[in-house]
């Protein structure tokens, strides 16, 4: 008689299963269609910032850097948030290099959020944010933005923080909406939080996506949100090198050290040869200065295109994504339209309602337009047949 048993397992996660994404991009690549879903670039990165990985291995740049990242690297960032959004923070206590900001985001709330815990989440929201806070032990409080305009409805944030409150996630500019929060707002978030012990987790990943003039408005800017905030953000969004997973935290001291204790962990440290190289790419700011215009002519393009359409499009003020309402093309739901649109048009995309805990469901589809110009002009071609 066997002897073999493979325990049962209680799932620590029983909500989540494939996520929309890996399910859009499988079906895509099985249709061989234009895969606007998933938010990565088709395109290179700047062969000057292969050349100083490149360097710094060869160079024997390949051992186990710092926990925190290499001083180098850090500084650089402390500079640039110094020059952009004027404030200091200590490259040694204040600037943690993270595996990306997906990382970045699950170890701050494992080192602040305890069993019970309230976490203010503003849908629709990035994936990660919901697992985070129930793998921690605390509880997702669902806060809708306004549906159609995406914008933070402070009364109902206001009205969602009580004693149990440990912190709010937000997200400017917003995947997967293209809001950009103005200064205005993040005044009024400044105030609502003032009298209160709200941590605040800041994700800027798309802070160099801005468009039309406007400025990103980092919680950096703002003291009083400064002081308690965790601010996150993502050399693979600025650099088109998402598979690098490189990104970093920005957090007053205290935070810093509970930080690392968790970060020493879970990943202990991030590539060496990646840091080095990506610090000796930042001594010139051009690339990040010049990717709002860089992104701006995509969507340009790409918005240009879709008027020829009969979908409606809203407003795309940053990042690299374009959303549509898609009730005059179609009677089906968000996610059905996708499948839909994958299989008989052969353009993906992602339906908003994957980006809400109950699936909600108000005719709004995204397009990535992080690709080559004629990947997206190709999209443009189906899409223009509908």
Known sequence: MSTEKTPTLQTRLPNVGTTIFTVMSTLAAEKHAVNLGQGFPDFN?????IDAVTDAMKQGLNQYPPMAGVPVLREAIATKIKSLYGRDYSAANEITITA??????????????HAGDEVIVLEPCYDSYV???????????????????????????AAAITPKTRAIIINSPHNPSGTVWTAAEMLRL??????????????????????????????????????????????GKTYHVTGWKVGYVAAPAAFTTEFRKVHQFNVF???????????????????????????????????EGLKRTK???????????????????????????????????????????????????QRVVRFCF???DETLNAALQRLQAL
């Open 131 to 157: 697992p985070n806070i129930e793998l921690a032990g605390g509880v997702p409080v669902r806060v809708p933005l306004t549906p159609g305009t995406f914008r933070p409805d402070f009364d109902k944030i």
């Open 190 to 235: 400044q105030e609502i939080l003032a009298p209160t012990n709200v941590l605040l987790i800041s994700d800027e990943v798309y802070e160099h996506m801005v468009f039309d003039g406007q400025q990103h408005q980092s919680a950096a800017r703002f003291p009083g949100l400064a002081a308690r905030a965790f601010i996150v953000s993502s050399f």
């Open 311 to 361: 979908f409606k499009l809203l407003p795309s003020e940053g990042t690299y994504f374009q959303c549509v309402d898609i009730s005059a093309v179609s009677d089906l739901g968000e996610t059905e339209f996708c499948k839909w649109l994958t299989t008989e048009i052969g353009v993906a995309a992602i339906p908003l309602s994957a980006f809400y805990g109950n699936g909600f469901d």
């Open 100 to 113: 990306g900001a997906t990382q970045a985001i699950i170890t701050i709330v494992l080192a602040v959020v």
């Open 269 to 303: 440290t991030v590539n060496t040869p990646v840091q080095y190289g990506l610090a000796s790419y930042m001594a010139d700011p051009k690339p990040y200065l010049e990717l709002p215009a860089f992104y701006q002519r995509k969507r340009d393009l790409f918005r």
């Open 45 to 49: 990165c700047d062969p000057r910032l």
């Open 370 to 372: 992080a690709k080559k």
